[in-house]
C-alpha cells in the first residue's frame, strides 16, 4: 500500500448509515465487501479499511469473514436505494482512492446491481469522487454534502507539497517527548519506555476523524496508544508510519511528515546510530531539529553526533534546547545558556547556527490538557510546576523567537502554557 493513504481523513463519523438499525447496518457492511472484493485481492488498505467499516458501522464483534457475499439473494429483495451514492462513494474510497480509471470498474458493478436508469448519477457521484470542490454537484445532491467536503478536503490536502522535517538528537534529550508535544496527543514512546532502532514517520493527517493509523508490518486504522507503545515484532524494516491529525490551539492544516530517528548514543543498542547516521545522510528532509539537553550540553555525545550531521548534512536546520526550566534559581541562566551553546555550535563548524529554547513536556502536558486527554497523578503535579514556572519572565522561551511569530499572550492559562513553552512559536517557524 501506499503511506500517503495515511494522510487521509476518514468520513465515518458522518456516515447516515450510522444511524439505522443494527440489521440494515449489517445488510450494508456485507453489501460493501461483496463490491469492494468483488475488485479481486485487495492490498492491505482496503482490507483493514473493510475491518474498519465493519468496526465501526456494525460493531467489532460482528464477523464480516463469516457472511456469504456471494448470496445475494436476501440483498436483492432489499436494494438500498437510499444508499446508493453512500455504496458506490464508500466502495471507491476503500478501494480505489487514488485511480479513477480502475474505479470506473466499481461503477460498473454498481450499475448492474441497481439497473442502466441510475447510470447518468451514478456517473455524476463517481466524477465528483475523482474531482475538486463543486457546488453545482452539491446542489443536486445535496445529502452528499457532508462526505464530499471531506473527500475533497482530502484531494487538496494530498496536493500539497510535503514537507519532511527530520528530528535528531542524543538519548534522553526528550526527542519523542517533542514529536508527542508537536502532534498533541501521545503517539510515541517516551523516557523510560524501551524504543526500537526503527524511524518513525508521523504524518498529519487532512482532518481529524479521531483515529489513529499505523503501519508497522501490520496496519491498524484505529490502533489505540497501546498498539502505538507497542513495538511489531515482525516487522523486518526499519521504519514504522503513523498518521494522525497534528492538534494545536488553531488547526494544523500544513502537509507535513515529522521524522523521528532513534537516539544515536544508545549503549544498550548500537545499531541505533548507524540508522539515524544513514537517514541523516540518505534521507530527503527539508528541515532538520537538532534537539539538545539543556541540563547537560556540549557533552562529548553531543558533540560527536553535531560533527557528523555537519559534515553530512547540508539543510536548513534549527537547533533547540530543551530542559531548561529544571534550572533552579541561580543555577543558571536561559539566555546564558543559549549564548554558550551558540558557541559550541560554532566550534563544531556552524555558521550563525538558529537557536531556540523549548519545553517539550510543558507543551506536551499543556496540550493534553488542552484536549481533555487522561493525565496520571504525576502529570497533573508537573502540569501545576510548568504553569508556574514558565510565567516567570526568565522561562517564557516565546521571547527568545523573532518577535514577528507569535504576538501577544492569551488570558487563556494553557494558551499561554503552550505559548511561554515555545512550541506554538517553533509551530509557527516550521508549518509555515
Same mark, same amino acid.
Given at each position: 500500500?501506499?503511506?500517503?493513504?495515511?494522510?487521509?481523513?476518514?468520513?465515518?463519523?458522518?456516515?447516515?448509515?450510522?444511524?439505522?438499525?443494527?440489521?440494515?447496518?449489517?445488510?450494508?457492511?456485507?453489501?460493501?465487501?461483496?463490491?469492494?472484493?468483488?475488485?479481486?485481492?485487495?492490498?492491505?488498505?482496503?482490507?483493514?479499511?473493510?475491518?474498519?467499516?465493519?468496526?465501526?458501522?456494525?460493531?467489532?464483534?460482528?464477523?464480516?469473514?463469516?457472511?456469504?457475499?456471494?448470496?445475494?439473494?436476501?440483498?436483492?429483495?432489499?436494494?438500498?436505494?437510499?444508499?446508493?451514492?453512500?455504496?458506490?462513494?464508500?466502495?471507491?474510497?476503500?478501494?480505489?482512492?487514488?485511480?479513477?480509471?480502475?474505479?470506473?470498474?466499481?461503477?460498473?458493478?454498481?450499475?448492474?446491481?441497481?439497473?442502466?436508469?441510475?447510470?447518468?448519477?451514478?456517473?455524476?457521484?463517481?466524477?465528483?469522487?475523482?474531482?475538486? +470542490?463543486? $457546488?453545482?454537484? /452539491?446542489?443536486?445532491? *445535496?445529502?452528499?454534502?457532508?462526505?464530499? !467536503?471531506?473527500?475533497?478536503? @482530502?484531494? %487538496?490536502?494530498?496536493?500539497?507539497?510535503?514537507?519532511?522535517?527530520?528530528?535528531?538528537?542524543?538519548?534522553?534529550?526528550?526527542?519523542?517527548?517533542?514529536?508527542?508535544?508537536?502532534?498533541?496527543?501521545?503517539?510515541?514512546?517516551?523516557?523510560?519506555?524501551?524504543?526500537?532502532?526503527?524511524?518513525?514517520?508521523?504524518?498529519?493527517?487532512?482532518?481529524?476523524?479521531?483515529?489513529?493509523? +499505523?503501519? $508497522?508490518?501490520? /496496519?491498524?486504522?484505529? *490502533?489505540?496508544?497501546?498498539?502505538?507503545? !507497542?513495538?511489531?515484532?515482525? @516487522?523486518? %524494516?526499519?521504519?514504522?508510519?503513523?498518521?494522525?491529525?497534528?492538534?494545536?490551539?488553531?488547526?494544523?492544516?500544513?502537509?507535513?511528515?515529522?521524522?523521528?530517528?532513534?537516539?544515536?548514543?544508545?549503549?544498550?543498542?548500537?545499531?541505533?546510530?548507524?540508522?539515524?547516521?544513514?537517514?541523516?545522510?540518505?534521507?530527503?528532509?527539508?528541515?532538520?531539529?537538532?534537539?539538545?539537553?539543556? +541540563?547537560?550540553?556540549?557533552?562529548?555525545?553531543?558533540?560527536?553526533?553535531?560533527?557528523?550531521?555537519?559534515?553530512?548534512?547540508?539543510?536548513?536546520?534549527?537547533?533547540?534546547?530543551?530542559?531548561?526550566?529544571?534550572?533552579?534559581?541561580?543555577?543558571?541562566?536561559?539566555?546564558?545558556?543559549?549564548?554558550?551553546?551558540?558557541?559550541?555550535?560554532?566550534?563544531?563548524?556552524?555558521?550563525?547556527?538558529?537557536?531556540?529554547?523549548?519545553?517539550?513536556?510543558?507543551?506536551?502536558?499543556?496540550?493534553?490538557?488542552?484536549?481533555?486527554?487522561?493525565?496520571?497523578?504525576?502529570?497533573?503535579?508537573?502540569?501545576?510546576?510548568?504553569?508556574?514556572?514558565?510565567?516567570?519572565?526568565?522561562?517564557?522561551?516565546?521571547?527568545?523567537?523573532?518577535?514577528?511569530?507569535?504576538?501577544?499572550?492569551?488570558?487563556?492559562?494553557?494558551?499561554?502554557?503552550?505559548?511561554?513553552?515555545?512550541?506554538?512559536?517553533?509551530?509557527?517557524?516550521?508549518?509555515?
Amino acid at each position: 500500500m501506499k503511506p500517503e493513504m495515511l494522510q487521509v481523513q476518514q468520513y465515518l463519523n458522518v456516515h447516515p448509515i450510522l444511524g439505522k438499525n443494527e440489521g440494515l447496518r449489517k445488510k450494508y457492511v456485507v453489501l460493501l465487501k461483496f463490491f469492494v472484493e468483488k475488485q479481486g485481492r485487495g492490498d492491505l488498505w482496503s482490507k483493514q479499511m473493510l475491518k474498519l467499516y465493519s468496526d465501526k458501522i456494525v460493531g467489532e464483534g460482528f464477523e464480516l469473514g463469516k457472511e456469504k457475499t456471494k448470496d445475494l439473494n436476501i440483498i436483492e429483495q432489499f436494494k438500498f436505494f437510499k444508499y446508493r451514492y453512500y455504496l458506490l462513494t464508500d466502495c471507491l474510497f476503500i478501494r480505489y482512492f487514488d485511480d479513477k480509471k480502475k474505479g470506473q470498474k466499481i461503477v460498473e458493478d454498481i450499475i448492474e446491481f441497481y439497473g442502466e436508469r441510475y447510470r447518468k448519477k451514478l456517473e455524476i457521484v463517481y466524477e465528483a469522487f475523482y474531482s475538486t +470542490e463543486s $457546488d453545482s454537484f /452539491l446542489k443536486s445532491f *445535496a445529502e452528499l454534502k457532508d462526505v464530499y !467536503t471531506i473527500i475533497w478536503n @482530502n484531494r %487538496s490536502f494530498k496536493a500539497q507539497p510535503l514537507k519532511k522535517i527530520m528530528i535528531t538528537a542524543n538519548m534522553s534529550a526528550g526527542k519523542s517527548t517533542l514529536l508527542n508535544a508537536l502532534a498533541g496527543k501521545k503517539i510515541n514512546k517516551t523516557q523510560g519506555e524501551a524504543c526500537t532502532a526503527k524511524l518513525h514517520y508521523l504524518y498529519n493527517k487532512a482532518g481529524e476523524d479521531g483515529l489513529n493509523y +499505523e503501519l $508497522d508490518h501490520d /496496519l491498524e486504522l484505529d *490502533a489505540s496508544v497501546e498498539t502505538l507503545m !507497542t513495538d511489531n515484532s515482525e @516487522n523486518d %524494516s526499519t521504519d514504522i508510519i503513523v498518521g494522525t491529525r497534528f492538534r494545536s490551539i488553531g488547526e494544523i492544516d500544513a502537509h507535513i511528515c515529522i521524522i523521528d530517528t532513534p537516539g544515536v548514543n544508545s549503549a544498550m543498542n548500537k545499531s541505533h546510530r548507524k540508522i539515524t547516521n544513514e537517514a541523516i545522510k540518505n534521507v530527503d528532509c527539508d528541515l532538520m531539529i537538532y534537539l539538545i539537553n539543556g +541540563e547537560e550540553p556540549a557533552r562529548d555525545d553531543d558533540i560527536k553526533h553535531l560533527k557528523y550531521v555537519k559534515n553530512n548534512y547540508d539543510g536548513d536546520i534549527i537547533f533547540l534546547v530543551n530542559r531548561l526550566d529544571r534550572y533552579r534559581k541561580n543555577e543558571g541562566s536561559v539566555k546564558n545558556t543559549l549564548n554558550n551553546i551558540v558557541g559550541d555550535l560554532e566550534k563544531v563548524g556552524f555558521q550563525k547556527p538558529v537557536v531556540y529554547p523549548v519545553s517539550a513536556y510543558a507543551g506536551y502536558l499543556g496540550k493534553m490538557a488542552l484536549f481533555s486527554e487522561s493525565l496520571s497523578e504525576d502529570e497533573l503535579d508537573e502540569l501545576d510546576f510548568v504553569k508556574r514556572k514558565l510565567k516567570k519572565d526568565d522561562y517564557s522561551y516565546d521571547k527568545f523567537y523573532p518577535l514577528t511569530i507569535v504576538e501577544g499572550a492569551s488570558s487563556d492559562e494553557l494558551e499561554e502554557l503552550l505559548l511561554h513553552s515555545g512550541i506554538l512559536s517553533l509551530e509557527k517557524i516550521i508549518y509555515q
